[in-house]
């Protein structure tokens, strides 16, 4: 199975900073099948990015995906008080279909 | 409005079995595939399998194979996902998913049902 690994596994950064999270696969990710979720505490997992760079509907354009083959990276531009939380990057090109480990991104 | 609501919380003991239940409404169930991603106390996100409700096509994480069975009731939209016997490693937070475009099984999961909390506990 494609093994991803996110890194860092905690980033601290204040209110208007820019946010740089990886992801690395363990293999290339098929087609770019590669999503970004944003999940908070108490809440379900939020599709924020699919095909590795496009956006989900209602996603501000503060985040954008870029990447292929093995490695990604999740950029959110200007970080909002509402932005910190976990990030879990997705491959859906393999099976089976698996998680990266999360990033926190913490004040 | 598409939505996912998931069966309220459990709490249950080793050796017990347990089916919960995601029900599906606003889009058409039998054209979507559907999810069930566990994601245990302060953990990652696991997927565990996935069924098309239209043919109940589906497919397990080897890791999930055997563990659970996941099957779908397309006459009440309905998912779900049962154990036949409960362990304590079974304690987590389990979500349902849909994928993103009909038909399709190579794709991400644009809504989630809110979470149904498994406690197995003697």
């Known amino acids: 199975e494609v093994v991803l690994t996110q890194s860092p596994g905690t980033l601290s950064l204040s209110p208007g900073e820019r946010a740089t999270l990886s992801c690395r696969a363990s293999?290339?990710?098929?087609?770019?099948?590669l999503a970004w979720y944003q999940q908070k505490p108490g809440q379900a997992p939020r599709l924020l990015i699919y095909?590795?760079?496009s956006r989900a509907t209602g996603i501000p354009d503060r985040f954008s995906g870029s990447g292929s083959g093995t490695d990604f990276t999740l950029t959110i531009s200007r970080l909002e008080p509402e932005d910190f939380a976990v990030y879990f990057c997705?491959?859906?090109?393999?099976?089976?279909?698996?998680f990266g480990g999360g990033t926190k991104v913490e004040i | 409005e598409v939505q996912l609501v998931q069966s309220g919380a459990e709490v249950k003991k080793p050796g017990e079995s347990l089916k919960i239940s995601c029900k599906g409404s606003?889009?058409?169930?039998?054209?979507?595939?559907i999810a069930w991603v566990r994601q245990m106390p302060g953990k990652g996100l696991e997927w565990m399998g996935i069924?098309?409700?239209?043919?109940?096509?589906?497919r397990y994480s080897p890791s999930f194979q055997g563990q659970v069975t996941i099957s779908a009731d397309k006459s009440i939209a309905t998912a779900y996902v049962q154990w036949s016997s409960l362990k304590a490693s079974d304690t987590a937070m389990y979500y349902c998913?849909?994928?993103?475009?009909?038909?399709?099984?190579?794709?991400?999961?644009?809504?989630w049902g809110q979470g149904t909390l498994v406690t197995v506990s003697s």
């Open positions: 095909g590795a760079s």
């Open positions: 069924i098309y409700p239209g043919d109940s096509d589906t």
């Open positions: 998913a849909k994928t993103f475009a009909a038909g399709s099984y190579d794709d991400p999961f644009d809504y």
């Open positions: 293999q290339s990710v098929s087609n770019s099948y």
């Open positions: 997705q491959q859906y090109g393999s099976s089976p279909r698996t």
């Open positions: 606003g889009y058409t169930f039998t054209s979507y595939w």
